[in-house]
């Protein structure tokens, strides 16, 4: 009765947690055989049979019968007098299977037993937890706030899987409540110790690519292409779509009747503003696609360095670099090459590389890496937005901003 006692507890495992009656056994005898090693120091002469259906157990010990008195391994050997105990016609030399019951392992080996068991049951399940997540790694996946903390979001799934997000993957604008429903994409699995560590990224590109395939039919069917997309999380995205299929206009149909279709989209990333963009293998015209709503007049591209120098009319270049200098971060991102803005008609502004007397020259750097390399360039856009953009303090900006008007003043 006990060992049935014992392996019918030790079945509720199988219940709870799913495991096929083969692993089920695999496991049983793996702990088991690990019990009987500590105890008599091999398990080479056991035989163990498990039945967790029907909450059978049997473990059977075989020993080699010898003379009284030559006994060397009391593990492997029985005197004749007590293998006849067992059975009166035993004879030297002869094999004996005697049952061991559980009690004969001791209180304490039993209750190491149970907890061994119980680890491997968790080490199984988050072997099948890791396998399982590894294959969602970039799929978007739905779970419910269980703990908000100060760098991380905890999340647990239908399943009571835990799944973290950390605050460097949400998107500034998100505000999670517990029992908040949230969507990301698996962004990476890994097996920290035997659990795994699940996280969900809500910045990860792949989410809005992803988030296309679902609200948007022609895409989901493959009929449109997401070919790139770049992102600055909650602000601006660009994303290059295509279609192999000429009576489909994919910007179009991406967008819908009056953005009707991207913009549970939008509304999902923080109202964050998405450009969906023709795909071409045209660099000229992909350039030019990118820095839209911006009108470009001309430009000269260098291959070999993958640079590209834009000139439009001086109205048009706060279009092509955006609020932020966003727009000509993602066009360049988006497009492959390093992209800067000129004006034309150049005779009206001046190069900020004639005030190098004046200001510095890494200063001068600063505005040049966000597209700004006139003086009326840096003018033209706010204090604000120049701290935002550049990595030159409030202070910095101003004294530069006198200088530069200066020269116009004068």
Known sequence: MENLALIESFSEFKDDKLIDRVTLMAILEEVFRNTLKRKFGTDDNFDIIINPDKGDLEIWRNRIVVKDGEVEDENEEIELTEARKIEPDFEVGEDV??????SD???RSILSLRQNLI???????????YKQFIELVGEIYTAEVHHVRNRVVILIDDDGNEIILP???QIPSDFFRKGDSVRGVIESVELK????????SRTDPKFLEKLFEQEIPEVFDGLITVKKVVRVPGEKAKVAVDSYDDRIDPVGACVGMKGSRIHGIVRELGNE???VINFTNNNQLMITRALSPAKITNMTIDEEKKTVEVFMDPSEVSKAIGRGGFNIRLAG???GYEI???REGAEEDVELTEFSDEIESWVIEEFRKVGLDTAKSVLEQEVNDLVKRTDLEEETIVEVRNILSAEFSS
């Open 97 to 102: 299977s005697e049952e061991v019951k559980l």
């Open 105 to 107: 392992l001791g209180r």
């Open 119 to 129: 680890a491997r049951i968790h080490e199984h399940d988050n072997t099948i937890i």
């Open 167 to 169: 605050k460097d993957r």
């Open 193 to 200: 110790g035997a659990k795994p560590s699940i996280v969900l």
């Open 273 to 275: 503003n998405i450009d």
């Open 333 to 335: 991102q988006l497009t």
């Open 340 to 342: 800067d803005v000129y």
